[in-house]
């Protein structure tokens, strides 16, 4: 199954920002709202951005995301150490009828 | 909002399983149920998904003929079933709902282990 592109790996140091990307097609990132997901090991998915850059209740304004034609990305700024996790993007894909998720990413705080 | 999940399974290939999601808290005919899969160390696969209120289904052409997604509205449950297990079948698999807005609430996940 295609699945949304996303580097496997990204790392910083704490107040840094981060960014990790997303890239798609024209069937899904292109067309529909991208959303992002944080992950701990062993836990379900949580989500943490969702309609492009609308945050649920409870996340913080550090984590913001953008959208640009079939590429995405989220920027996480003011790294701290509970950070680390991984950060998957979705996107629902008119040709699958179906939700496309990314690869993942592990994020690393140094 | 809770979806509950059934617990960790082990089974040998060949052998059938199904493992569910229970649903409380909403209004369990409001929202699609998706079954979700992780396996070992790598990304998430959408499955397919259910409408609990009429029991319409798509499944992703990856999973297609391979799993049966179900639900039983009267219970808020839904259900998610192997009739011939494979150990390729081995991961966590989550059950999440959503509407026109993607996955919100996601079940705990059932690790189904295949090995014989």
Redesign the interface.
């Known amino acids: 199954q295609s699945i949304l592109t996303q580097p496997p790996s990204a790392s910083g140091t704490p107040g840094q920002t981060v960014t990790i990307s997303c890239s798609g097609s024209s069937s899904n990132v292109g067309r529909n709202a991208v959303n992002w997901y944080r992950q701990l090991p062993g836990t379900a998915p949580k989500l943490l951005i969702y309609s492009h850059i609308q945050r649920p209740s409870g996340v913080p304004d550090r984590f913001s995301a953008s959208k640009s034609g079939t590429s995405a990305s989220l920027a996480i700024s003011g790294l701290q150490s509970e950070d680390e996790a991984g950060y998957f993007c979705a996107a629902w894909d008119d040709s699958l009828n179906g939700w496309m998720f990314g690869g993942g990413t592990i994020l690393t705080v140094l | 909002v809770q979806l509950v999940q059934s617990g960790a399974e082990i089974k040998k290939p060949g052998e059938s399983l199904t493992i569910s999601c229970v649903g409380s808290g909403y209004n369990f005919m409001k929202y699609w149920i998706?079954w979700?899969r992780q396996m070992p160390g790598?990304?998430?696969?959408?499955m397919?998904?259910i409408d609990p209120s009429d029991s319409y289904i798509?499944y992703?052409?990856?999973f297609q003929g391979h799993v049966t997604i179900s639900a039983d509205k009267s219970i808020g449950t839904a259900y998610l079933q192997w009739t011939t297990l494979k150990a390729s079948d081995t991961a966590m698999y989550?059950c999440?709902r959503?509407s026109n807005?993607?996955?919100?609430y996601?079940?705990?996940?059932t690790l189904v282990t295949v090995s014989s």
């Open positions: 998706s979700v790598k990304g998430l696969e959408w397919g998904r798509n992703s052409p990856s989550f999440a959503h807005y993607p996955p919100d996601w079940g705990q996940g």
